[in-house]
């Protein structure tokens, strides 16, 4: 009976298929990272060193502080902008695109010709996201991550130049007038007056917006949540054990 | 098997299967005697899968901390290790009875004696790659593997040439240590493999040695001829027996490595997980170690791995070192590490005897033999004692094997070539059997008298076992006889009819097989219940292995006819065995 001979072959072939099939569950079991578990951000109030609560009006203008959102080990810029003279400017809220190229952009030529970018002329890929603009009583206070978007350099590489500050070896005329965030490492630059725009590659995003809350009657700052694209060398940006979040308060402290 | 249509057809036309240029051995030869290599091949395989998933959470830079966290925490990071442990022991196991039987059977002679040479050195670099793979553990047993390597190395080759070889064999700074240890292991592994595919290369282009029944033990014909009637198809037989073998060797290593892990801490040699020293366990991170590593850390004393403990041994035999030049310990070096290989490696040169008869044969028969019996008795002398022995205590242990397998040979021989055995030979025979038996009974009461320790049970032991293990060899040798007699299995042609319980037993191992494949996805813990883990993945591989025994059976059940259903059972009662035994560690 030849059938029952095909029937042991054909099973001969499943025996092959299960060992295959068998150890496929558990090679991806090991092989698999842990990922840690996403967790909601976090309402953090910024306070001093000393634990007292920071005040909008305390924050110098055009001074750079730091602090820690959402993540213990991620830093942001916490800046109160003004022009050159040091009176606060107002941040327009604005609706930024996540991914950017300011070399090929229309905006780049607009640029060249000596011309600010205009928010709206930037041609955007990845979706878009509201930057809220400044808060505080000038509406001038804004915080962007410090972790540039193009090889996660941070500060001291990472900082702010307030206008008419220019970084070392600027790449160019417009990055020398300051009023920038510029990396060292690579020669990426952002413009903090508007949602932290790329306005110089190599970075193709802007550097994360962390939302601010402001309250009129106290005084007091929180960040709540962080926006745009996801921090630099994060899987996301609250993927974390519990304990590498940051909790109820977050120091600021002065660099510059 | 024939190119007909549907599936099979469309994929025999594009892989052609059928012509795979593997040299075409009987249907007869589908025996485990002329499949030792593919146990060793398939040990190998093993290891190199397991080797290579281990790799993705190695830590040179904190070895200790690593391998404890692979163990503890990884999910089937347990089964890895130590399966990757088991088949190391199974590769070199094996290996040693693939050696000893081709031995035997003079396999090595004319044209074969560059596969022989082949298979010695890759069997050199198989164990220099254990010697690696078990140093980058980073545990007791790892770091005295490199203290002693070391020592050794220096003291064998002076102070200059010493030292170089240890600073490239595991350099000086502890720090890069481990990184060294383990692209050492990896590049000695891919050197085996490569050595591997040359012993396999040149085994192909000469075949299996033929059967002694075939040849009456003469070394004529050197091949098999490949125009014989009852040579079976490689392909699906000899893929279907060696995958039947393969999966069979890596459940047997899973389904001993999960029943070693459920048993605990039995003996140092057996155990499948590292063994830890709790001060470098803390130092490396590790505060709280559990219960089960501080024993076995107590539990365990210096000793190398089972395949080097007769080197470990003879490294304990003072009386060979030579303490009055700088190198003191190159006498040690050659008899342990040189003259085994050394002594294989000539005898196809001065065997040239056209009989493959063990009794024709003295030198290959007698020295080969001996060196097998004198490593059996070596490990096992080493695994019950440690300390310095005298030459005497020496010449005892290995004179009893000495004597008994000279004699067998001789009185075994003179039968055979039909002399008269001599009742003189046969009495002188009897006598040193009598007095082998009388000397450690006189070695007790001497020792005794002079306040014996117990390392004399362990001396007696030795020499008790090198006395049943030389019976057995001259035993084994007997068997050979009368001989000389030429027989070939005929070619049967049955018919290709499949009796119902060669389906039976396949149904019932794909049922387990099935059954397994789900437990193993969906339900066991492999991190609060390693060794039930472990076990699953050993009745996975069996009961595949019986459901691939079945389909061969029903391929060569016209060549090979079902008899009767014990003759079925042996392979299937294994995958009962692996099913009970996992069942007993899940539940």
């Known amino acids: 009976m030849t059938s029952r001979r095909d029937f042991l072959k054909v099973l001969g072939a499943f025996g092959l298929v299960g060992v295959a099939g068998g150890l496929a569950p558990p090679i991806i079991k090991y092989v698999m990272p842990p990922i840690p578990p996403q967790q909601p951000f976090p309402r953090t109030k910024l306070v001093w060193e000393d634990g007292t609560p920071v005040k909008a009006s305390e924050l110098e203008v055009n001074k750079m502080y730091l602090f ?49 970018i205009e928010i709206g002329k930037i041609e955007g890929r990845g979706g878009v996201y509201k930057f809220p603009g400044g808060v505080g009583p000038h509406k001038s206070i804004v915080a962007y991550s410090g972790i540039c978007q193009h090889f996660a350099c941070f500060y001291p590489a990472l900082r702010f130049y307030p206008p008419g500050v220019s970084p070392p070896n600027p790449p160019n005329e417009a990055v020398a007038k300051g009023g920038v965030i510029f990396c060292a490492c690579h020669g990426s630059a952002y413009d903090p007056y508007r949602g932290a725009i790329v306005t110089e590659s190599p970075a193709a995003s802007p550097l994360p917006a962390v939302i601010l809350e402001w309250d009129p009657n106290t005084d007091e700052l929180w960040a709540v949540k962080v926006e745009g694209a996801t921090i630099t060398g994060k899987f996301c940006n609250t993927c974390a054990q519990p304990e590498e979040m940051v909790g109820n308060t977050t120091t600021v402290r002065q660099v510059a | 098997m024939s190119s007909g249509g549907g599936l099979w057809g469309w994929l025999e036309e594009r892989l052609r299967l059928s012509h795979l240029p593997f040299y075409r051995v009987p249907y007869s030869y589908m025996t485990l005697e002329f499949w030792l290599g593919a146990i060793v091949a398939s040990s190998f395989m093993l290891l190199v899968i397991t080797g290579l998933l281990l790799l993705f959470y190695y830590k040179p830079d904190n070895p200790i901390l690593g391998n404890y966290v692979l163990i503890t925490e990884k999910p089937f990071g347990r089964f890895l290790l130590t399966t990757h442990l088991y088949a190391a022991h199974a590769m070199i196991f094996s290996a040693i009875i693939h050696l000893f039987r081709n031995m035997y059977r003079g396999a090595y002679k004319r044209p074969r004696e560059l596969v022989w040479l082949a298979g010695i050195i890759t069997g050199l670099i198989m164990i220099q790659t254990a010697f690696f793979g078990y140093s980058l553990i980073g545990d007791k047993i790892a770091e005295e593997a490199v203290a002693i390597g070391s020592g050794l190395v220096s003291n064998s080759f002076g102070p200059y040439w010493g030292k170089v070889l240890v600073a490239l064999a595991f350099d000086i700074d502890e720090a890069q240590r481990y990184y060294r240890l383990l692209a050492m292991h990896i590049i000695l592994a891919g050197l085996l493999g490569l050595l591997f595919l040359l012993h396999f290369g040149l085994f192909e282009q000469q075949g299996p040695q033929p059967s002694h029944e075939e040849t009456g033990w003469k070394t004529k014909p050197e091949r098999i001829p490949q125009d014989r009637e009852d040579l079976a198809p490689w392909f699906p037989v000899n893929f279907l027996y060696m995958t039947f073998l393969g999966l069979g060797v890596w459940g047997l290593i899973v389904l001993l490595n999960a029943i070693s892990q459920a048993a605990g801490f039995v003996h140092q040699l057996l155990y499948p997980l590292p063994i830890f020293d709790p001060d470098k366990l803390a130092a490396a991170g590790v505060s709280n170690p559990p219960e089960w590593i501080l024993e076995a850390a107590e539990k365990t004393r210096p000793m190398p791995p089972w395949f080097l403990v007769y080197a470990f041994k003879i490294f304990q035999l003072n009386f060979l070192y030579l303490n009055a030049i700088g190198y003191s310990a190159l006498l040690i070096f050659i008899i342990a590490m040189v003259l085994p290989p050394l002594v294989l490696s000539i005898f196809p040169f001065i065997d040239r005897h056209d009989s493959t008869h063990p009794l024709d044969r003295p030198i290959p028969t007698i020295v080969g033999g001996l060196l097998v019996i004198y490593l059996a008795q070596l490990t096992i002398w080493g695994a019950l004692s440690i300390g310095y022995y005298s030459l005497t205590t020496t010449a005892l242990i290995f004179l009893v094997p000495l004597l008994i397998v000279v004699m067998g ?179």
């Open chain 1, 68 to 116: 820690a959102y959402p993540m213990v080990n991620t830093p942001n810029f916490l800046l109160n902008l003004g022009d050159e003279n040091g009176n606060p400017v107002e941040i327009p809220p604005a609706e930024l695109p996540i991914s950017m190229d300011p070399t090929r952009d229309e905006a780049a030529i607009f640029k060249a010709q000596g011309g600010r």
């Open chain 2, 409 to 587: 040979y001789i009185i075994l021989a003179r039968y055979r070539s039909g002399e008269p055995v001599g009742a003189g030979l046969v009495l002188a025979f009897t006598g040193i059997i009598l007095l082998v038996f009388l000397a450690p009974g006189a070695w007790i009461v001497f020792k005794g008298s002079q306040g014996a320790s117990e390392a004399l049970w362990a001396d007696l032991a030795t020499m008790l076992i090198g006395l049943a293990l030389a019976i057995g060899y001259v035993a084994l040798l007997a068997t050979s006889l009368p001989g000389g007699e030429k027989s070939q299995r005929t070619v049967q042609v049955g018919s290709k009819d499949v009796p119902l319980p060669l389906v039976a037993l396949a149904v019932v191992d794909l049922f387990l097989l099935i059954v397994s494949v789900l437990l193993l996805a969906l339900w066991v813990d492999p991190i609060a219940n390693p060794a039930g883990a472990t076990a699953l993945v050993a009745l996975l591989f069996l009961s595949a292995y019986g459901v691939v025994h079945g389909a061969y059976r029903a391929v060569v059940v016209d060549k090979v006819p079902y008899t009767w259903i014990g003759r079925e059972l042996p392979p299937h009662l294994l995958v009962y065995i692996a099913a009970f035994i996992t069942a007993a560690i899940l539940i």
